[in-house]
């Protein structure tokens, strides 16, 4: 599987002689640790400033037959702020869907996560780390009603974020996370897993495991570009054959550093079948026949502000 190729090339980049010769030193500094290629979805694990990122992802879906032709809409908005030396952080992030279905555009807002991680890195650029978020059920529609539709076509679009339009559910998402740098090139991975349990009916539990890799370059001191690959399986679905379980939605994309804000680009397909989610009333749904020859593409645009009390209070200071 592709994402035990990217593993293995993690454990190998980790294990190069160059790093190995500049042997991982504790960060007594911890703002000593070089700065990385930083992918535009991926958090930058050892960033110092506090960070707030507005994300819009626009894109289609062509499922063929009844479905035809969708365009979806998601808006993300995350805030993470380093404490404790940057080896502990707190965030937040909420997402809204926009989208036509049998009744016209509709807006659907998603569910509320509260985040929490912690990162033990190194002066060579290597990271270790961890974390968990929480899922709050601000998400509330009929999931058999039209307003699934546009749910279904966000997380198809973000298959690694699922949990945010799942309705009615509370919802925990512990992950790990890995970076490794050897000069202008960073190799980062996030393994974690999305449990929902809704509001409603305890029995009723959904289980993902999702996935994610960036691999980048430094092209200079402004501009890096990279490929992100994301996957989403689902181990624990009601009603989802073995051959629709998994997503895999590849992304290549540029950065721009700039000191106060880091704006990114990237373009998005996928690679098998899209996800397939069980609120959505198969009957009478647009995405009826997910099936494996279903098409997504579309545009992802990141805008980081950044910003640094200390940056400031020096600047002030002169």
Known sequence: MLFRVLLASLVVLTAWPALARAQAVPFDDPYAVPRAPRAPTLPELTHSEMEATLETTAGAINLGGIGGLKHAYIQRLAVEVPIGFRRWYVGAAYEVAGGYNDTGFAVVGGNLALDGRTVWATTTGMAFGGGMSLMF???????????SQVALAAATLRPWDVSYFVPDSFGVRPYVDVRALDGPFVIQFRQGLDL????LLLSDRRLYATAGVYLGWQMGRRVSTG??????????????EDGNRESLIVSPSVRLALPWVQPAISAFT??????SAPWVQRETSVFETPGKTGTVWGFRFAFTVVYDPTSVVMVKGR
Do not use: K, Q, W
Not at 137 to 142: G, I, L, N, R, V
Not at 228 to 238: C, K, Q, R, T
């Open 137 to 147: 059920p601000t998400a509330s529609y009929d999931p058999n009603g039209p307003a």
């Open 196 to 199: 929902t349990v809704s509001s």
């Open 227 to 240: 490929l992100e690959v994301f996957e989403a399986y689902a181990i624990d679905l009601p009603g989802v």
């Open 270 to 275: 996928n690679l098998g079948p899209p996800i």
